[in-house]
Structures are given as structure tokens and as C-alpha cells.
């Protein structure tokens, strides 16, 4: 039961993971420190996909749940839990790309704003100063 309970734990990290990963940068035009979290997350992410490695979080929770007398499912946490809702046919390396590329360009835009939005708040400090 133990062994469940913390395959449920990582699930929710590795779940709270992509989401920070993929909308986090709306956040950070809130708190724009929060970049220096942010940015990491997104690489890793996009490179995750774009190289179609497994995230070290999906054996672990795999392992959990074989130990808790599961059937630990094959495939990656995206493949798993995301595509089987959005892609119910299965994760191809095509759709591994558009969702890697789709977490780019979502932050791209984000972190633009925020750039442009820190450039427009300088001019209006120097105009002042």
C-alpha cells in the first residue's frame, strides 16, 4: 500500500512537473524570478521530447507500483497518461515533436512578453531619470 501511495506521489510531481513546464511562464510574468526555475523546466522538457527519452520519474513510478503488486504500464508518463486522453490512437515521434514544439513556442511567446514588458519599463525609467 506504502509502495501506491508514493507511485500516486510521483505521479502528481511528474504531472505538477509538466504543467509548470508547459503554462509556468505565465507565472513567471508575475514573479520573473521564477525564471531561473522555469527555464530549466522547459528545457528539459522539450528535450525530453524532441529526443524521445523516458523521464527518470516514469521508471520510478513504474517501479513503485510493480512493488505495490501493480502492473507497471510501458511507455513514457506523456504517452501514458496525456496522449491516451488527447492521441487515443498512441504517441508517435511526430506527435512527440508537436508537443515538445508546443511548449517552446507557448514560453517563447511568454518570455518575449516579458522581455518586452522589462524593455518598456526601462525606457520609461530612463525618460524619468
Known sequence: MMYLALADLVLLTH???VLF???????VLRWP????????AVVWAVLIEYAGWICPLTPL???????????AYAGGFVEHYVTACLYPSGLT?????VLGSLVLALNAVVYWRLAAHRAAGQQVATRRG
Not at 21 to 27: H, K, N, R, S, Y
Not at 33 to 40: K, N, S, Y
Not at 61 to 71: H, I, N, P, Y
Open 33 to 40: 524570478r521564477l525564471a531561473w526555475v522555469h527555464l530549466p
Open 93 to 97: 515521434r511526430g506527435v512527440q515533436i
Open 61 to 71: 513510478e513504474a517501479t513503485l507500483r510493480q512493488a505495490g503488486g501493480e502492473v
Open 21 to 27: 513546464a508547459v503554462v509556468g511562464g505565465l507565472a
Open 15 to 17: 504531472a505538477a512537473f
